[in-house]
């Protein structure tokens, strides 16, 4: 069975910075993907990015480029979101998710979301 | 990337079906056939259940279909039951670089 856990909510101030986890277990790493989804509250949804966990191949959404950095961890099957200069609009529940390794594939498996919130 | 555009919310009785749109361009839904659709309930994480267009993931029910033309994807539930009642979003792949475009979201609402 696929499970994704994710890191823990965070509280941040404007400006600041965050790095967030996402840990996979009974897949191949080899056959997916990981990516994140945001959902600012009462919204919809936003594609953030995705990362190879094979060979770190990564895409990066063109909304974020420049504040996100996404990287992985191969030994621990584990992805990380980095996102620098924090806006109060950043607040917002992060999801990961997996995507088998084929251009075009959905995002089929989900975590629980992490909360952000960026306030004053 | 534009969102895809979905109404903000539909709604029918028990046993009824309803259909829900998603509208997007050339460049995405147009060009791919690679509209998915995520069910979400309040609180919970979104679930896949419907991919590559009308292809149900193990364990959706076919009380699900999806169906495409021209720009324009669409959800169809059959067989309204109370659990419909949820949150739903499209997405379409748009390129190597922009895999994922979301709609807007649909509320259904089971009277």
């Known amino acids: 069975e696929v499970q994704l856990v994710q890191s823990g909510a965070e509280v941040k101030k404007p400006g600041e910075s965050l790095r967030m986890s996402c840990t996979g277990s009974?897949?191949?790493?080899?056959?997916?993907?990981l990516g994140w989804v945001r959902q600012v509250p009462e919204r919809g949804l936003q594609w953030v990015a995705i990362?190879?966990?094979?060979?770190?191949?990564?895409r990066v959404s063109p909304s974020f480029q420049g504040r996100v950095t996404i990287s992985a961890d191969r030994s621990t099957n584990t992805a990380y979101l980095q996102w620098n200069n924090l806006q109060v609009s950043d607040t917002a529940i992060y999801y990961c998710?997996?995507?088998?390794?084929?251009?075009?594939?959905?995002?089929?498996?989900w975590g629980h979301g992490t909360l952000v919130t960026v306030t004053s | 990337q534009s969102a895809l555009t979905q109404p903000r919310s539909v709604s029918g009785s028990p046993g009824q079906s309803v259909t829900i749109s998603c509208t997007g361009t050339s460049s995405d839904v147009g060009r791919y056939n690679y509209v998915s659709w995520y069910q979400q309930h309040p609180g919970k994480a979104p679930k896949l259940i419907i991919h590559d267009v009308i292809q149900w993931p193990s364990g959706v029910p076919d009380r699900f279909s999806g169906s495409k033309s021209g720009n324009t994807a669409s959800l169809t539930i059959s067989g309204l039951q109370a659990e419909d009642e949820a949150d739903y979003f499209c997405c379409s792949y748009a390129g190597t670089y922009v895999p994922y475009v979301f709609g807007t979201g649909t509320r259904v609402t089971v009277l």
């Open positions: 990362i190879s966990l094979a060979d770190s191949n990564n």
């Open positions: 009974g897949y191949n790493l080899f056959n997916y993907w």
């Open positions: 998710a997996t995507r088998p390794a084929v251009d075009g594939s959905p995002l089929d498996h």
